[in-house]
C-alpha cells in the first residue's frame, strides 16, 4: 500500500479504497456545477433583465432557499438512501435550471417569473459534498486515512470553485450566459447519477434505511442529539464563513483604493493556494490530536491572519497574509466537518454534515453582507479587524466539556498524545 514518508497510508491509499476513485470523480464532476451555476445565472439573469440589482436580489434568493432548506435535503438522504433521495432533487434542479436558461435567453424577462425558477431550483439542490463524506466515513473507519480524505475532499472542492468561474469565462464567447447555466445544470443531473451509481451508495447505513430499518430512528425532523460537539462544529464553521465572505469584499476595496482592480483575482487565488496548502498539510498529519484541539486552533489563526491582512501596506503583502490566511481555512473547516461526523450517530451523519455546510455558507452571506455596509463608513483596517472578531471570539468557546473529553471520541479514534 502506499504510505507517506512516516510509514502510514497516504492519500493513495485514501483513492485505492473500493470504488473511492470512481465515486469520488463522479461526486466532483457533479459539485462542479456549484462553481459554474450561480456565475452562470447571475449573468444570465443580469443580461435578459438589464439590471445588476434585479439579478443581485434573485440569486439572494437562489441562495437563501438553498441554504435553509439543505438539513432537509440532507436529512431526506439520511432517511432513505442517495438512490432513492438524490435522483429526484437533481432532475429537479436541472429541470428549473434548464426552464432559467430558457427564459433569459431572451430580454426582458420578468423577474417574478425567475424568481419563480429559481427559489426552488436553490432548494432542491442535491447535497453531494455531504453524502460524499458520508461515504468517506463508512469507506474509511481509520480515523488517519478519514482526515486524510476530508482534507482531499475539501481541497478538491477549494480548486473546483476556482476553476467553475474559469469555466464559465470560457464557456461565454461560445454558448452565452444561457447556455453556461445548461452546462452547470448538466455538470450537476450527471454527477448525481454517477454517483447514485457506484456500489458505496447502496451500502451501510443507507442499504438498510432503503429497507426501512433505520426510519425510525432517524425522521426529517429528528433531532441530531450531537451535543456541544455538533454545535461547536456548526459555529467554528460560521465563523470561517463569516470571514472569507468578508474578505472577498475587503480585498476588492484594497484594491480599489490601490489603483489596481484588477490585481482581486491573484490575491484571491493566493488564499485558494493557501487553503490548498493547509488541506493537504492537516491530511498528511500523523500526531493524533484530537479534532477537539484543533479547531479552536485554526479558527484562532484565521482570525489573527485576517486581522493582520488589514495592516498590509501594499497588494503584495496583503497577498502573503492572506495565503496565511487560507491556510487556516480548508484545515477549519475540514476539521468542522470531522466534529460533527464523529458527534452523531451514522444515520444522522449527512444531516450533521449539511448542518455545517449551511453554517458555512450563511456565515459567508452575513459577512460579505455585513461588510458590504462597513466598507466606505469604516477605516478598512478596522474592516478587516471586525470581521477578524467572531473567529477570535469563538476560539476559546470551542473547548466545552463533552466537546473536548475523552467520552466524545469514537472508539475507533486515536488517543490524545501528551506530548501533542
Keep these: 500500500m502506499p504510505s507517506t ?27 462542479l456545477s456549484f462553481g459554474v451555476a450561480p456565475l452562470a445565472l447571475l449573468l444570465a439573469i443580469r443580461d435578459s433583465t438589464d439590471s445588476y440589482s434585479a439579478a443581485g436580489m434573485l440569486m439572494a434568493l437562489f441562495g437563501l432557499t438553498n441554504v435553509l432548506l439543505s438539513p432537509v435535503r440532507a436529512a431526506l438522504v439520511d432517511r432513505y438512501g442517495p438512490r432513492r433521495a438524490l435522483p429526484p432533487m437533481a432532475v429537479l434542479n436541472t429541470a428549473l435550471l434548464l426552464a432559467t436558461a430558457a427564459a433569459t435567453a431572451r430580454p426582458g424577462t420578468s423577474p417574478v417569473v425567475l424568481a419563480a ?97 433505520a426510519e425510525a430512528r432517524s425522521g426529517v425532523t429528528g433531532r441530531l442529539r450531537g451535543g456541544a460537539a455538533l454545535r461547536n ?38 488564499l485558494s493556494v493557501g487553503s490548498a496548502v493547509g488541506g493537504l498539510g492537516l491530511g498528511a498529519l500523523d500526531r493524533p490530536v484530537s479534532n477537539a484541539v484543533r479547531l479552536p486552533l485554526f479558527t484562532a489563526g484565521l482570525g489573527l491572519a485576517l486581522a493582520a491582512a488589514g495592516l498590509a501596506p501594499n497588494l503584495l503583502v496583503l497577498a502573503a497574509v492572506v495565503a496565511l490566511a487560507g491556510f487556516f481555512v480548508s484545515p477549519a473547516i475540514t476539521t468542522a466537518y470531522l466534529v460533527a461526523d464523529e458527534a452523531v450517530a451514522a444515520e444522522a451523519r449527512t444531516r450533521a454534515g449539511a448542518w455545517v455546510n449551511t453554517a458555512l455558507n450563511a456565515g459567508s452571506v452575513a459577512g460579505g453582507a455585513t461588510v458590504g455596509l462597513l466598507v466606505g463608513r469604516l477605516p478598512l483596517p478596522l474592516c478587516f479587524a471586525l470581521a477578524a472578531a467572531p473567529a477570535l471570539a469563538a476560539a476559546p468557546l470551542l473547548r466545552t466539556r463533552d466537546f473536548g473529553d475523552a467520552g466524545s471520541r469514537r472508539k475507533s479514534d486515536p488517543a490524545p498524545d501528551p506530548a501533542a
Excluded: N
Aim: glycine residues 12%; aromatic residues 4%.
Design 233 to 270: 462544529a456548526v459555529v467554528g464553521a460560521a465563523v470561517t464563513g463569516l470571514a472569507l465572505g468578508a474578505l472577498d469584499l475587503m480585498v476588492v476595496a484594497f484594491a480599489e483604493r490601490q489603483g489596481r482592480p484588477e490585481a482581486v483575482g491573484w490575491v484571491l487565488a493566493a
Design 5 to 31: 514518508t512516516s510509514g502510514r497510508p497516504g492519500y493513495r491509499a485514501v483513492l485505492a479504497a473500493p470504488h473511492a476513485a470512481r465515486t469520488f470523480t463522479a461526486a466532483l464532476l457533479g459539485r
Design 117 to 213: 425558477l429559481l427559489a426552488p431550483a436553490g432548494a432542491c439542490i442535491p447535497p453531494l459534498g455531504p453524502v460524499m463524506r458520508t461515504l468517506w466515513r463508512r469507506l474509511l473507519p481509520d480515523p488517519a486515512l478519514l482526515r486524510r480524505a476530508f482534507s482531499l475532499d475539501g481541497v478538491a472542492e477549494e480548486l473546483l470553485f476556482v476553476s467553475g468561474p474559469l469555466l464559465v469565462a470560457a464557456l461565454l464567447p461560445l454558448t452565452g450566459a444561457a447556455g453556461a447555466v445548461v452546462v452547470g445544470a448538466a455538470l450537476l443531473l450527471t454527477g448525481a447519477l454517477l454517483l447514485v451509481a457506484s456500489p458505496l451508495a447502496a451500502t451501510g447505513a443507507w442499504a438498510a434505511a432503503g429497507e426501512g430499518k
